[in-house]
């Protein structure tokens, strides 16, 4: 399944490029080149709290994400802008030259064939599962049993690791981190798997079940896709930029704030530094 998406990513990114989407290095100029040069600072965007989440009325984009974004735009002088796009396209949006970085994408296997990504963590977090108040598992080889529906985010990390450990469980899969946990408030999924940050904010926003970080916790050092350029100016200033950020402690200060409009004490759950984990 990972596989096929991300042939169908590859095979979206040739036809934008031959519809007239020429990336950068074709154009004969970098990344950074292209971003100074332009004023813009083109971040893709999803819906998918805390890292993104659009204002339904005024049609604003806040979180994480975003955050970062408008800091390392003016660290470069330019104007942020948030484009929409999802998981499972991002990478084919990235070589069109649709977008200039997609932030909270990890690095695969997969994606490194067709993207490229700075050396420094962005920041990290844990896969965890959203489950009905009376389910007592705590490992992921717990849920996987015949009958027991999984909800995941098509493209995302979690999607690939739950598609390769749970072999019993059914997997469905949904277009976004809401149209999961939507599922799992309708009773059609018996558990949603996602990231604990994102589980945070939908478990506090429903009010229903409950968050386990699934044993064992292991640490998932995320990232952000950008284009392959043949000069690694672009890279090399954001893996710089990343290790500057995740030392002062501004995502999971970005993070904590998002969690306060929403009525959640940052103390009580995970952040996003694994040092304090322990």
């Known amino acids: 399944m990972t596989r096929r998406r991300d042939f169908l990513a590859l095979a979206l990114a040739s036809a934008a490029s031959a519809a ?44 994480v994400g975003i955050d970062l974004g408008t800091a390392l735009a003016g660290e470069l002088g330019v104007t942020m802008v948030p484009v929409e796009t999802s998981w499972a ?15 909270v994408l990890d690095p695969t296997e997969e994606r490194r064939k067709a993207i490229d990504f700075p050396d420094a963590p ?24 015949p009958g027991t529906r999984i909800g995941v985010t098509l493209g995302t990390s979690v999607d690939r690791m739950v598609t390769e450990t749970l072999k019993s469980a059914s997997v ?13 408030a309708a009773k059609r999924v018996d558990a949603v798997a996602q990231f604990h940050p994102a589980l945070v904010v939908q478990y506090a926003r429903l009010k229903l079940g409950k968050v386990i970080l699934m ?19 672009f890279r090399t200033w954001l893996g710089e930029r990343f290790a500057t950020l995740y030392a002062a402690g501004k995502p999971q200060e970005s993070f904590a704030s998002y ?9 009580t759950v995970p952040g996003l530094v694994r040092e304090k984990w322990v």
Do not use: H
Request: hydrophobic fraction near 45%.
């Open 172 to 184: 469905s899969r949904f277009a976004n981190n809401d149209e999961a946990v939507a599922a799992f």
């Open 89 to 103: 396209n991002c990478v084919a949006a990235i070589q069109a030259d649709q977008i200039d970085v997609m932030f």
């Open 215 to 233: 044993k064992p916790v292991t640490p998932v050092a995320t990232s952000a896709g950008i284009r392959r350029d043949a000069d690694p100016a």
């Open 20 to 63: 007239g989407f020429r990336p950068a290095v074709a154009q004969g100029a970098t990344s950074l080149d292209r971003i100074k040069r332009s004023g813009r600072f083109r971040i893709g965007v999803t819906s998918a709290e805390p890292w993104f989440f659009k204002d339904p009325m005024a049609g604003t984009w806040s979180g």
């Open 259 to 267: 969690l306060r409009t929403r009525g959640i004490d940052p103390a």
């Open 122 to 145: 962005l920041f990290y977090y844990a896969a965890g599962a959203l489950v009905r108040p009376d389910q007592t598992a705590t490992a992921w080889s717990d849920l996987d049993k």
